[in-house]
């Protein structure tokens, strides 16, 4: 499975981005997508996901509300639309998938996740 992942720069606060998620692979490594994000000497979060199925989506509290994950089956690839951007926003942004978890309601724990894109890093600026 291979992930890339698009987007990153520079932006002011209040202003918006989105990151893109090219994927490749077998469909079942890729059932749960998901983004995540490390900013410089914190440990990688979760940002949200998406279940490539169905479409249903899970949000960390700090980012509802202004972060949209959604996915483009034709193209395969998942999309983090992101608005209101703060400069605590600020991390490099990382796609990645795992299978579908049946029964995982909430999949926010890097480990459960299988495949990793390199990342794409912006910078929100005050």
């Known amino acids: 499975v291979q992930l890339q992942a698009f987007g990153g720069g520079l932006v002011q606060a209040g202003g918006s981005l989105r990151l893109s998620c090219a994927a490749n692979g077998p469909t079942f490594s890729r059932m749960l997508m998901g983004w995540f994000r490390q900013a410089p000497g914190k440990e990688r979060e979760f940002v949200a996901h998406?279940?490539?199925?169905?479409?249903?989506?899970y949000y960390t509290d700090s980012v509802k509300g202004r972060f949209t994950i959604s996915r483009d089956n034709a193209k395969n690839t998942v999309y983090l639309q992101m608005n209101s951007l703060k400069p605590e926003d600020t991390a490099r942004y990382y796609c990645?998938?795992?299978?579908?978890?049946?029964?995982?309601?909430?999949?926010?724990?890097?480990?459960?996740?299988?495949?990793w894109g390199q990342g794409t890093k912006f910078t929100v600026s005050s």
């Open positions: 990645a998938s795992t299978r579908s978890l049946d029964g995982w309601v909430v999949a926010a724990r890097p480990d459960l996740y299988d495949y």
């Open positions: 998406i279940r490539w199925g169905s479409g249903t989506t």
